[in-house]
């Protein structure tokens, strides 16, 4: 059984910073690669960062400059360092995972587990 649990929410004033965790346990045999979402009241999920097994970063432009995602393989842990907080950035943030039981090169880069989510609240 793998589980996804995210931490470091919070309630922040516009322009501050929260850097949410997520920690990896569990029947992990090959991790590849590893995302955050969120979802604000009232709208879809949406994609706010992706990393690859080996590193490589992707951001959805509007995150760009503000949000680093990282990982720290040895710790099964991914992180999201969020600056310069908008009140529209409000929303619950998942972490998301593609964990397999066979090598990295079965690796699709689909998501087959996800964290119950964390609250990000920013006020003005």
């Known amino acids: 059984q793998v589980q996804l649990v995210e931490s470091g929410g919070g309630s922040v004033q516009a322009g501050g910073s929260l850097k949410l965790s997520c920690a990896v346990s569990?029947?992990?045999?090959?991790?590849?690669?590893m995302g955050w979402y969120r979802q604000a009241p009232g709208k879809q999920r949406e994609l706010v960062s992706t990393?690859?097994?080996?590193?490589?970063?992707t951001y959805v432009n509007a995150f760009k400059g503000r949000f680093t995602i990282s990982q720290d393989r040895h710790l099964n842990t991914l992180f999201l360092e969020m600056n310069s907080l908008k009140t529209e950035d409000t929303a619950v943030y998942y972490c998301?995972?593609?964990?397999?039981?066979?090598?990295?090169?079965?690796?699709?880069?689909?998501?087959?587990?996800w964290g119950q989510g964390t609250q990000v609240t920013v006020s003005s």
């Open positions: 990393i690859s097994r080996t590193g490589t970063t």
């Open positions: 998301a995972a593609e964990i397999l039981m066979g090598s990295p090169a079965s690796c699709g880069g689909k998501y087959n587990y």
């Open positions: 569990g029947n992990i045999i090959t991790r590849c690669g």
